[in-house]
C-alpha cells in the first residue's frame, strides 16, 4: 500500500504548486471544475490562507467548502474569458474576485487567485488507496505560524482500503514543519468503518453509527511530477509526499519515491547550504570563524547587562551591570547556576539548553563549525525574496532566514518549550570586520522583548576571575 503523509503545513508547498496546473482550452466551462490553493503573507506576524473554490457548469461558484451545503450553496456566478475568470458574488457585500491565467516560461499554465497560486482538483468519486495524516497544531505565532514552526501537534490518520473500508487514529507529538523530529507520545485507535466517495463528497460511515461528511478534492500528479500529493479537505489545503517505493513491472519502469526523495535532499542540501555561506560571508567570512570569545554590552527592560562568551569552552554569561539590581547568570558547558538576591541555584535543564542554544543558531550558526555539522532540512523561498532554511545539528534544531538580495541574515528560529520562538535582527554595523545586529526582537507568548546592543568586544582575554561569582 502506497503511504501517503498529508501535513497542515508543508514547507514543500510552495514551489510544488507550479507542476500541477491543467489548463482550460475551452471559453466555457463544461464540466464542474474546482481550484486550490495557499498563499502566505510575511512579516512581524506570519500567517497563511486557503483558497479552494467551486466552479460549476450552469455558471455558478461556492467558495465556502466548510459549509454542510456547499454541494447546493450558491455563493455568486462567474464569467470565463481567455485569461481570466471573474467571480460576481451573491452578497453585495462581497467584492467581486477574479482568478487570473498566465504561461510561464516553459510553457506551463499558472493560476493565481488572491496572490496565491492554484491548482486544479479533481472532483472524484474514488481515493487513491493508501494511508492520510492529517496535522493540526498550535505554536507560538509570528513566523513560527503557518508554513514553518516547532509545536505540539494532534495528528489524525486515515487508511483508506479498496474495499470500501476505512480505520482511523490519532497520535501526539513534537513536529517540525510538519515532519516528525521529536517523537511521539502516544497514540489511539479511534474508529473504523466505511467510506463512500460521490463527487467530491467524502462519507465516512463508522461502525459505532456515527456519520461524517466532508468535501473532498485532490490532485494527484501525473507521472514524473515527482510524487506530491495535494488534498483540499473542508476548504483547507493538506500536502504529502509519498514515501514509499512504487512498484515495478516488466512493461513500466516508475519512478520510486525513495529515488526521488534522494534527488530532491541532495538538491535542498546544496541550495540551503549555499543561501547560508552566503549569508556567512556578508556577516564577515572566516572572521566569524575566528571568533574565540565576545564581550558585549547590552539595554533589556530599562536593565543595563554584559554578556561574556568562550566559544571554546561554552560559557556564557550574563550579570547585571545595573546599580541595586544582583544577577548573574552563568552557562558552564553542561552545568550552569544563577546568583540573584544573594541566593545561587542551579539553572534549570531548559535554561541550559537555551543557553547553549546561543552558539550554535542565528549568526554564531554560520560559523565553519556548524556548518560543517549541518543537515539541511528544507528550504522556502518566499514572495518577499525571503530565504528561510530548516536545518538540524544533531538533536538541535534551527531555522535562519535570509534576505536573497542582500544575503543578509535577518532572523533565526528556535524551538523553545515546544514552541517555536524567532529572534529579528536589525540596526546592522560593523565591527572588528563582523556585520553585527545592534538590535534584536524576539517574539514570544507574552509579547515582543527588544534587546539593544550599546557595544560588542570582539575576542578579549578572559581571565578565570571573569566567570568568578563577584558577590
Not at 497560486?117 to 468519486?125: L, T
Not at 509570528?142 to 473500508?165: A, D, I, L, P
Not at 520562538?421 to 556585520?435: C, G, P, W
Amino acid at each position: 500500500m502506497k503511504k501517503y503523509n498529508v501535513t497542515v503545513f508543508s514547507v514543500l508547498s510552495i514551489g510544488l504548486l507550479f507542476f500541477f496546473v491543467n489548463p482550460l482550452h475551452s471559453q466555457k466551462l463544461k464540466t464542474d471544475v474546482v481550484y486550490g490553493g495557499r498563499g502566505f503573507t510575511w512579516g512581524l506576524q506570519m500567517s497563511s490562507y486557503d483558497l479552494v473554490v467551486l466552479f460549476r457548469s450552469d455558471g455558478t461558484f461556492c467558495d465556502r467548502l466548510e459549509d454542510a451545503d456547499w454541494q447546493a450553496k450558491i455563493d455568486g456566478r462567474y464569467k470565463r474569458t481567455n485569461d481570466k475568470i471573474v467571480m460576481e458574488y451573491s452578497d453585495g457585500a462581497e467584492e467581486n474576485d477574479t482568478i487570473f491565467f498566465k504561461r510561464s516560461k516553459k510553457g506551463n499554465r499558472l493560476i493565481f487567485y488572491k496572490g496565491a497560486q492554484m491548482v486544479k482538483m479533481k472532483i472524484a468519486n474514488t481515493i487513491p488507496e493508501g494511508f492520510y495524516e492529517f496535522s493540526k497544531a498550535s505554536s507560538s505565532g509570528g513566523m513560527g505560524t503557518g508554513s514553518v514552526y516547532v509545536g505540539t501537534q494532534k495528528n489524525k490518520g486515515y487508511n483508506f482500503y479498496k474495499n470500501g473500508t476505512f480505520d482511523r487514529s490519532t497520535s501526539s507529538g513534537v513536529f517540525l514543519s510538519g515532519k516528525n523530529v521529536g517523537g511521539g507520545s502516544g497514540s489511539e485507535s479511534s474508529g473504523k468503518g466505511k467510506y463512500t466517495m460521490e463527487q467530491g463528497l467524502l462519507t465516512l460511515k463508522y461502525d459505532d453509527g456515527t456519520i461524517t461528511k466532508s468535501s473532498f478534492f485532490y490532485s494527484r500528479p501525473d507521472d514524473g511530477d515527482e510524487g506530491v500529493f495535494m488534498t483540499a479537505i473542508n476548504g483547507s489545503i493538506f500536502f504529502s509526499g509519498m514515501e514509499e517505493e512504487e512498484s515495478t513491472t516488466q512493461n513500466s519502469t516508475v519512478k520510486t519515491s525513495k529515488e526521488v526523495t534522494n534527488r530532491d535532499v541532495k538538491s535542498v542540501e546544496q541550495k540551503g547550504m549555499q543561501i547560508l555561506r552566503d549569508a556567512k560571508l556578508v556577516h564577515g567570512g572566516q572572521a566569524l570563524d575566528r571568533l574565540k570569545t565576545m564581550e558585549a554590552d547590552i539595554v533589556f527592560s530599562g536593565l543595563s547587562f554584559k554578556v561574556s562568551m568562550d566559544f571554546e569552552r561554552s560559557y556564557l554569561r550574563l550579570e547585571s551591570t545595573s546599580p541595586g539590581f544582583n544577577y548573574v547568570e552563568q552557562l558552564e558547558g553542561n552545568e550552569g547556576w544563577v546568583h540573584q538576591n544573594n541566593v545561587t541555584t542551579s539553572l534549570s535543564k531548559d535554561r541550559k539548553e537555551e543557553l547553549r542554544m546561543t552558539f550554535y543558531t542565528g549568526l554564531f550558526g554560520l560559523r565553519d563549525l556548524i556548518l560543517n555539522e549541518l543537515k539541511i532540512r528544507d528550504v522556502v523561498e518566499t514572495k518577499d525574496d525571503l530565504l528561510l532554511v530548516l536545518a538540524q545539528m544533531g538533536t538541535h534544531k534551527m531555522g535562519y532566514v535570509v534576505d536573497k538580495k542582500d544575503k543578509v541574515l535577518v532572523a533565526a528560529m528556535v524551538p523553545k518549550n515546544g514552541k517555536s520562538e524567532i529572534t529579528y535582527y536589525s540596526n546592522l554595523k560593523k565591527d572588528a570586520d563582523l556585520l553585527l545586529p545592534f538590535t534584536e526582537t524576539t517574539e514570544g507568548k507574552d509579547g515582543n522583548t527588544v534587546v539593544r546592543y550599546t557595544q560588542y568586544r570582539i575576542n578579549p582575554n578572559f581571565t578565570d576571575n571573569d566567570w568568578q561569582m563577584k558577590k
